[in-house]
């Protein structure tokens, strides 16, 4: 009927699979929030215009997806969802969700994105990152039990945003006599430059006009960065003392990054150093699979409508078994050694057709040219049929007025006898002209 679905393809669009998603009406939509060669971030719309939905991420195929985000914010209306990548850190994004009434207990920190900038709040930008900034991240908030519609602050992550100390200081600049509406920053691409313009508007009472005004941070940061200026950082680091310290996604990364205290400019050749690792396997890299995790527990359990039942699965037009203990390893996870959950995989010894495509079982081989002979033939002449039904009922007409036009205008000029009664037998016929709407 009206369901509809995602196939993907990993060949160039030789074959085509179907995703693992749930099937969507035509009110609702799937929308693909970010991918890359290890996974693909999936909203797939709630029915009804409830402006919510679930996030599902794929594996390195894009084929089996796991649930990952429950009432997802993202608007019918627009088309606004506050899905951020976090591009200066690995594994990092940002988004919004639409908590149930009176499930709100506490306060947080509420972030303003696209959502809050589509409802004219006043907020100049998105949240700001940088792949050369290494973890910092610079974005417009409030503190509260929801997303506020008053001035935001500004907050920064890691200790850091645009002020040389990595925020440990802040000074105040007069950049204009005339106050103005801030609506923007902006460096060049690559965030290499050390000129920043700051982007807003002033508004008088006649009019409104643009102003921008450039900051040369050159002139205030004259020493280039020496070796001794750096020093090494782990990202996501939050016990020193675990061997799994800073791992996301089976590996961990170690950067050279400035001090705290270092007023120094990088230069425009700078690229970031970093130092992959990877790490054992623990079960934090591993999905569940016909299982589920209890509260406050990383072990799978079985989900009790499969116990005692066999998972069967089709591969490559053969049936096999998997037995399992619930674990798969998340997608794009590049951890090795340590954890590894068993998993076998059985061949049943029979032929199936995957339930994905369709789900009739292969039929007997028969020989299938009588038939495409007899469906050609019949082709050929409903198309000869049509081609002759065409030029008499339907183009006959047009012709024949314009051929007796031509003959009626040819005898008038050479007194040919006869053109009244042509004219006679024509009295009752309507004519149709070139310039005729009908």
Not at 109 to 126: D, R
Not at 153 to 182: K, R
Not at 304 to 322: A, N, V, W, Y
Not at 352 to 375: M, W
Request: hydrophobic share 35%; charged share 20%; with cysteine.
């Amino acid at each position: 009927g009206s369901a509809r679905m995602i196939h993907v393809s990993v060949d160039q669009g030789e074959t085509w699979d179907m995703a693992q998603l749930p099937t969507v009406g035509h009110e609702q939509f799937y929308s693909i929030l970010s991918a890359n060669n290890d996974m693909v971030f999936m909203h797939v719309d709630e029915p009804g215009d409830s402006g919510i939905g679930t996030i599902y991420v794929s594996d390195d195929r894009g084929i089996v997806f796991s649930k990952s985000l429950d009432r997802h914010l993202y608007t019918t209306t627009g088309g606004d969802t506050d899905f951020t990548n976090i591009t200066s850190l690995r594994g990092v994004y940002m988004t919004s969700v639409l908590a149930e009434d009176g499930s709100v207990q506490t306060c947080s920190l509420h972030l303003h994105a696209s959502y809050s900038i589509s409802m004219k709040l006043n907020v100049p930008m998105q949240p700001l990152t940088e792949t050369n900034a290494v973890g910092i991240i610079l974005a417009h908030g409030s503190v509260g039990g929801a997303v506020s519609v008053l001035s935001p602050d500004v907050y920064v992550s890691d200790d850091g945003g645009f002020s040389t100390d990595e925020g440990q200081c802040w000074h105040v600049h007069n950049f204009t006599d005339e106050p103005i509406y801030f609506t923007g920053l902006a460096s060049e691409p690559g965030a290499r430059s050390m000129n920043v313009s700051l982007w807003g508007y002033r508004d008088t009472v006649m009019n409104q006009y643009w102003v921008s005004i450039t900051i040369d941070f050159r002139r205030l940061i004259s020493r280039d960065c020496q070796e001794s200026d750096y020093i090494q950082w782990l990202a996501h680091s939050s016990d020193i003392s675990s061997p799994t310290d800073g791992c996301i996604l089976g590996y961990k990364e170690r950067f050279l990054r400035l001090r705290k205290d270092s007023v120094c400019w990088n230069g425009r050749d700078y690229s970031v150093t970093k130092e992959p690792t990877t790490c054992p396997c623990t079960l934090s890299d591993f999905h569940d699979f016909g299982f589920y995790h209890e509260d406050n527990s990383s072990v799978c359990v079985e989900q009790p409508d499969l116990i005692g039942h066999s998972l069967e699965f089709c591969l490559h037009g053969r049936k096999e078994q998997l037995q399992t203990s619930g674990y798969r390893k998340i997608a794009g996870d590049h951890c090795k050694g340590g954890m590894t959950p068993e998993r076998k995989e059985i061949d049943l010894s029979k032929k199936c057709v995957s339930n994905l495509l369709r789900t009739e079982q292969l039929s007997k081989q028969f020989n299938s040219g009588p038939i495409i002979a007899v469906v050609i033939a019949v082709l050929l002449i409903s198309s000869v049929a049509g081609v002759l039904f065409i030029k008499k009922y339907v183009c006959g007409g047009r012709f024949l007025v314009h051929r007796y036009s031509v003959l009626q205008q040819h005898a008038e000029a050479n007194g040919i006898d006869g053109v009244d009664d042509l004219e006679t037998l024509e009295a009752g016929k309507t004519h149709y002209h070139d310039d005729s709407d009908e």
